[in-house]
């Protein structure tokens, strides 16, 4: 399992694949750094450094899909967990939604039909 990983490649792969190409890869990285210590070759570092880069790819797949998995499931629940709701700011996971903005309260309500905005002639 040697050279570079495409991830156009990956997207097609089943979790089952994903999952043994991982563990694959991560034994070789094993196996190089134990040659390194024995004493490998310089090209032996520019592998490793590959390697990791291959196994962050085949994570980074495995993490997308397993939340396009769950964006799935959760579509038309009430709640939404927390790592699926949109970032945003803080201020603005705070402020009031369109429909509590637009409610008033039964005593401004009532303040409203019994003194109206007053119409002047002048202006």
Do not use: C
């Amino acid at each position: 399992m040697s050279g570079k990983i495409r991830t156009g490649q990956l997207w097609v792969k089943s979790k089952d694949d994903l999952k043994k190409q991982l563990d694959e890869l991560k034994t070789e990285l094993g196996q190089l750094r134990v040659q390194k210590i024995a004493g490998g070759a310089a090209s032996k570092l520019t592998k490793i450094h590959d390697l990791r880069k291959s196994i962050a790819k085949v994570l980074t797949i495995i993490n997308a899909n397993q939340r396009a998995q769950l964006r799935l499931f959760y579509k038309n629940k009430k709640y939404l967990p927390l790592d699926l709701r949109p970032k945003q700011t803080r201020a603005i996971r705070r402020s009031l939604s369109k429909h509590e903005r637009s409610r008033t309260t039964e005593k401004s309500k009532k303040k409203d039909r019994h003194f109206p905005q007053r119409v002047f002639a002048v202006k």
